[in-house]
């Protein structure tokens, strides 16, 4: 029998006192007969780093910001692997304060709050989706998207959100830029998608399924027609012939 040294007995009970050891030992009392100590202590780490990935320290949210589990901007939301990244959103500002004295209007505070955290979590590497923002802000997912849209507009920017990156929703705001900057401004299709904020992919689709509309749109061939041939949505069919309607009456004027 090996005996044990002093030092062995007086200080190795300790390490029950942290945290790896109460999920070890956790693994151990309610699933006895699955993990040996070797399982138990690599589910311990996994569960360590999925925490500290999850929960930054508290001291780096400043007061107006909050800590938000964003999705990650390479997954998709739809996706059965999605994976999400912690990022610190700033909801209220003292510039947002500033505005608010000086009479500027709620709604356009509100504007420019919105387009802040969706940049920011982007920054950080994730992406909002208008739930996620009304979740937080208690406002309804219409009127997020209402406001997202009118920034959008008046600013001539593409916000990247899940929308925008994963041709998720309806974004026929995003459809019209990104053709414009390529059909009218002649722009190569990576620099609008960069310029966006989209994915190669979303823009190369908006493309594709553009010219194929407009082709038979321009045979005087109807939605429903148009629907059953190409298998692209009757709503989507619409956004991209109001598209087409309006690259028209850009070139009758140039």
Known sequence: MIVQSDCVKRYRSANERFLKRIIMRFFQKEFPKFFGPVIREKLADELLALFERNCPPVSTIRPGQLLWNALDKNTRGDSPYRQ?????????????I????????EITVARNAIA??????????????NRDIALFTLRSHGSISKLRITYEKEHNISLPHTGALHDMGSTITHKAMILKKIIIQKKDPSVAAQECHHSQRAVDR????????????EHHQDIVFIHQVTGIAKHVVKQYIT??????ELNSTI
């Open 116 to 129: 802040r955290v969706i940049l920011e979590a982007y920054q950080q590497g994730g992406i909002l989706s």
């Open 206 to 217: 908006y493309l594709k399924d553009y010219h194929r509309v407009k082709t038979m749109y």
């Open 98 to 105: 500033d505005l608010l004295t000086k009479g500027s209007s």
């Open 84 to 96: 999400f990244v912690p990022v610190i959103l700033s909801v209220v500002t003292p510039e947002d």
């Open 243 to 248: 598209i087409i309607q309006n690259e028209h």
